[in-house]
């Protein structure tokens, strides 16, 4: 099996792929959270004050940060379906519309690996390659023994038993396509 060259990313990391216009449409809707909130207590008629302050603030702010949370997620499902080569448009409406955020849901289980490129000459590749299919750039640290993919980590080559001390050819890591 051969060894993956995609480096993991942190969170941080996903997070900077966020465009602004999804925080500036999250912030707008808790500002529409707030207002709503206010509305609600200062149009209340009726004689038992079911719309207190006590009551509205943490629904408002529970509500507010729901409603965040999924605006955000909606611009991440925008930005990552870009970067991986598929339809933003359309997996960003689906996460928009089907409902209880299962469209979310099924961009996280149906979304394809992340499209990496090539160090040498810039080619498309796909994560676990060996080598580039236009240049033959070596991708993955490989035994010299038996040729196969091992971590450069590794002291021995867990198929053929080789000592890979100095002996590993290391790879030269893609960098994953930030477009």
């Known amino acids: 099996m051969p060894v993956k060259s995609e480096r993991s990313t942190r969170f941080a990391d ?19 959270v ?8 200062f149009t209340d008629k009726s004689g038992d004050r079911f719309f207190t302050l006590p009551v509205l603030v943490p629904v408002g702010l529970l509500g507010a940060a ?13 930005a990552d379906a870009g970067r991986r080569g598929m339809s933003r448009i359309g997996w960003t409406l689906l996460a928009m519309f089907v409902p209880n955020a299962l469209g979310v849901v099924l961009y996280f289980v149906l979304r394809k690996p992340r499209v990496l490129t090539c ?25 010299p023994q038996c040729q196969r993919g091992v971590h450069e980590s590794d002291k021995f080559c867990p198929y053929c038993s080789a000592d890979l001390g100095s002996g590993v050819n290391p790879p030269s890591v893609p ?3 930030r477009s």
């Open 14 to 32: 996903e997070i900077r792929i966020i465009s602004p216009w999804a925080y500036g449409i999250a912030a707008l809707g808790v500002v529409v």
């Open 175 to 177: 960098v994953a396509n």
């Open 66 to 78: 729901a409603l965040v949370c999924y605006i955000l997620l909606i611009g991440y499902v925008n």
């Open 119 to 143: 160090p040498q000459c810039d080619a498309v590749i796909e994560p676990g390659f060996g080598f580039c299919p236009r240049c033959r750039h070596r991708l993955n640290a490989i035994c």
């Open 34 to 41: 707030v207002v709503a909130m206010v509305f609600a207590h």
